[in-house]
Every structure is written in structure tokens, then in C-alpha cells.
């Protein structure tokens, strides 16, 4: 690997920058999704089943997992005093808009390296080409003297190499990010949905014209 390196050139240091950049971006992202999914679907049956009987128990349940966006994402609405429907499902779109935003972290990132990687390494085989191509005399042509050419072009083509391997391993777990982040929606979308249907239920039958007028409530009207 050492004699590849510098069999590259210059170049191969911003593509090794690169590299480390990438890996250390996609072992992030891995680590943040490993976490996220692995507890998520537990989360939002528990915070959903509490929210059909009692919501201030769906709310510290919720509580206890602020440290995950479904977490965070459902206590949210729930952390105001009363809102009427129209307030709780502004409150829902806000915290998804944040949770989802959040977890693009690193995107532009990964798509900067697959951009930039590529490029580099056709830079570093124009570099090596005219190296090699500069040091030939027209005298030389036709002689043994030109057989190092062969060897300087080889030398060159690694950075293109290197350049593909870091942009298509980065591309694979961008796009890969980006499969978790679309289905990431979808799981927001239906949670946000369900809670926000129970929600109106909990508001018409407590808060809502409709409600039946407690006894006390009636003698008190009279």
C-alpha cells in the first residue's frame, strides 16, 4: 500500500484525506442508525399504547427516550398544555422537520467526496501522463530510453483507481443513508398520524363543543 501510495503521486493525498473523511463520516452514520432503528419500534408501540389511555403516561414514556428522534419526535406535541388539534399537528411537523433534518447529517459530505474523488484521480493521471510524456526527446524514440513511459503511465492510472474505489464506496452507503432516511419518513409519517388521531379523540371528548356536560357542570348552567 505504501508503494502504491507513492507510486501515485501528490495527488494521492488529498484522495487519502478523503478517504479518512469518508470513513469516518459513514462509521458516524452507521453508528447513529444502528442505534435509532434498533429501539424505535419499541418506543412507538409503548408511547402509542399509553397515548389510548392515558397521555400524561404517554408523555413520560416519551420522556424517557429524549436521547432518540422517534423519542423526541412524539414528546413534542405532547409537551404543551392543551393544544387544540390545529396546534398539536404543527407541533409534530416541526419536530419531524428537525428530526429529519438532523439525521441528513453528513450528507453534503459524502456527496462532496463522491463528487471530488473521481476528479482527483483523473487530475493525478494528467499529472503522471505529462510527467512521463515531458521527459521523452525525440531522439529517444524508437530506443530502450522510452521504455520507462510504459511504466510512468501505469504509475499514473492509480490515482484514477484510487479515486473510482473512494467514490463508489462512498456512493454505496450515501445511497444506502439515503434508503434509511426515505423509510425514516414514511415510519414518522404513520406514527405522527396515529398519535395525532388519538389526539383529536382525547380533545373532542375533554375539550370539544361536542363533550357531555358533567352533572355539576349542568346544575352550575342552570
Known amino acids: 500500500m505504501g508503494e502504491l501510495f507513492t507510486k501515485g503521486g501528490p495527488v494521492m493525498v488529498p484522495l487519502l484525506v478523503l478517504s479518512i473523511l469518508a470513513l469516518a463520516a459513514i462509521l458516524e452514520r452507521l453508528w447513529f442508525w444502528f442505534n435509532m432503528l434498533l429501539n424505535e419500534g419499541q418506543v412507538m408501540g409503548r408511547v402509542l399504547e399509553a397515548a389510548r389511555r392515558d397521555w400524561d403516561a404517554a408523555a413520560k414514556i416519551a420522556r424517557q427516550y429524549q436521547n432518540q428522534p422517534v423519542g423526541r419526535f412524539l414528546l413534542a406535541p405532547m409537551k404543551l398544555e392543551n393544544p387544540n388539534p ?106 405522527g398520524n396515529e398519535l395525532e388521531l388519538l389526539y383529536r379523540q382525547h380533545w373532542q371528548q375533554f375539550y370539544g363543543p361536542e363533550r357531555r356536560s358533567s352533572p355539576i357542570e349542568k346544575q352550575a348552567q342552570s
Do not use: C, W, Y
Open 86 to 191: 390545529e396546534l398539536f399537528s404543527l407541533a409534530l411537523e416541526g419536530a419531524a422537520e428537525d428530526e429529519l433534518g438532523a439525521m441528513r447529517r453528513g450528507e453534503k459530505l459524502l456527496e462532496a467526496i463522491v463528487a471530488l474523488s473521481p476528479l482527483l484521480g483523473l487530475l493525478g493521471t494528467v499529472v503522471g501522463l505529462i510527467n512521463s510524456l515531458s521527459s521523452i526527446r525525440l531522439a529517444d524514440l524508437g530506443t530502450s530510453a522510452t521504455g520507462g513511459v510504459t511504466l510512468g503511465i501505469a504509475e499514473a492510472l492509480i490515482t484514477t483507481a484510487t479515486g473510482l474505489i473512494v467514490a463508489i464506496g462512498t456512493l454505496s452507503f450515501h445511497r444506502l443513508f439515503q434508503g434509511l432516511l426515505f423509510n425514516q419518513i414514511k415510519v414518522f409519517r404513520k406514527a
